[in-house]
């Protein structure tokens, strides 16, 4: 951003509103004690409603009229929760930013440590959970099994158990603004952008309410993200067929085996067709991977804005400003 676009504001809280009308309320009485406790009212609060089909925005917009600190921006439709984010951090102004979710499970009372690491120099302090309440062992097992391999995989090491939650500097925003990613991975790019990174260790909270916006098949695309740096769609879904081809190889492996040793099959008949079964599995499975990243690169060259903000509200802050920011959003 433009420094001469920036008020004065010491801290921005970015938060990513999806179908949370249960817990608006009780969010903005959170994070406005945590932020009015360790910065005073040089704080702005940007809630940005990702396209929500309840009465989130509505709720967002009667808090921008009432709360001069909040920043209420509706989104042109659902963009998915790491657009979302990148939407509010386009906008934020703070010399300190803080990314949160909006369901209460990262407490805003650990911003005051937050804010003493970074006192003592730390450019990134992240949250890292050392506990998950109220989630199945299923979910503590799957996102334990994805980090262990998040970190088998990928170049930078992206710190295990950790989600978006983390307070960052102004530095460390505009190095992350000038990323051309269309498709983002946000904690594995702050990860990439370096400085110093510490971290927080915090045990999870269950959800203040509502239901989780993030089911198996929304984490498993996650994860596939993650890992691949995004794709497309359709060549994702070759991925899985891939996949389901492979198990069925095995099964006919298996089949084979079983005729060779017990129904006297054809000679040379169980060697070349397990092998036949063996190449094409993998062949196929090594262009779905070809696939994902042509996907990735496919997509990247269309160069299409990040996402489209349909409206800001605030009654504080420079509308002149917010409005040549999101015409420069748009060429993130």
Known sequence: MNPEMQAEVMLSVVVPCYNEEA?????????????????GSSYELLLV?????????????????????????????NHGHQLALSAGLSLARGERILIIDADLQDPPELLPEMMRLMDHGADVVYGQRIGRDGETWFKRLSASAFYRLLLRVTDVAIP?????????SRPVLDALLAMPEQHRFIRGMIAWIGFQQVPLQYRR???????????LRKMLGFAVDA????????????????????VFAI???????????????????????????MFSAVQLFA?????????????????????????????KTDKQAFRQVRELAHDI
Do not use: C
Request: proline content about 3%; aromatic content about 10%; overall charge positive.
């Open 251 to 277: 099964v006919l492996i298996l089949f084979v085996l079983v005729s060779w040793i017990y129904f006297g099959t054809v000679r040379g008949w169980a060697s070349m067709l397990v092998a036949m079964l």
């Open 160 to 168: 295990p158990d950790t989600g978006d939650f983390r307070l960052m």
């Open 287 to 315: 262009l779905a991977v070809v696939g994902e990243y042509l996907g990735r690169m496919f997509t990247q060259m269309k160069q299409r804005p990040l996402f489209i903000i349909r409206e800001i509200v605030s009654v």
């Open 23 to 39: 817990v608006i309320g009780e969010l903005h009485r959170r994070v406005t004690e945590a932020s009015r406790g360790v910065v």
């Open 227 to 246: 890992i691949t740096g995004f794709s497309t769609k359709p060549l994702r879904a070759s991925l899985y067929v891939a996949a389901a081809f492979a």
């Open 205 to 215: 909270d269950r959800r203040f309410a509502g239901n989780t916006k993030y089911p």
């Open 49 to 77: 409603n990702d396209g929500s089909s309840d009465s989130t925005w509505a709720m967002l917009r009667k808090l921008a009229h009432l709360d001069e600190s909040v920043v209420a921006i509706d989104l042109s439709r």
